[in-house]
């Protein structure tokens, strides 16, 4: 009977890790930047409002 190759096993283990780790990280980058450009669309307006003064307050 063959013997386990635990370090082989290990290396695959953090392989693997790795990888999840790596496309988490994207996943979240890219929702971030969605966030980001939808933040700014829905800003526009509001910012353009707050740029004119009103005559209310004399």
Same mark, same amino acid.
């Given at each position: 009977?063959? %013997?386990?190759?635990?370090?082989?096993?290990?290396?695959?283990?953090?392989?693997? &890790? &790795? &990888? %999840? %780790? $790596? $496309? &988490?990280?994207?996943? %979240?980058?890219?929702?971030?930047?969605?966030?980001?450009?939808?933040?700014?669309?829905?800003?526009?307006?509001?910012?353009?409002?707050?740029?004119?003064?009103?005559?209310?307050?004399?």
């Amino acid at each position: 009977m063959a %013997k386990p190759n635990y370090a082989f096993a290990k290396h695959q283990r953090d392989v693997a &890790k &790795k &990888k %999840k %780790k $790596e $496309e &988490k990280r994207k996943l %979240k980058e890219e929702a971030k930047l969605q966030q980001d450009a939808e933040g700014e669309e829905l800003q526009t307006p509001e910012e353009d409002s707050e740029d004119q003064p009103s005559d209310d307050q004399s």
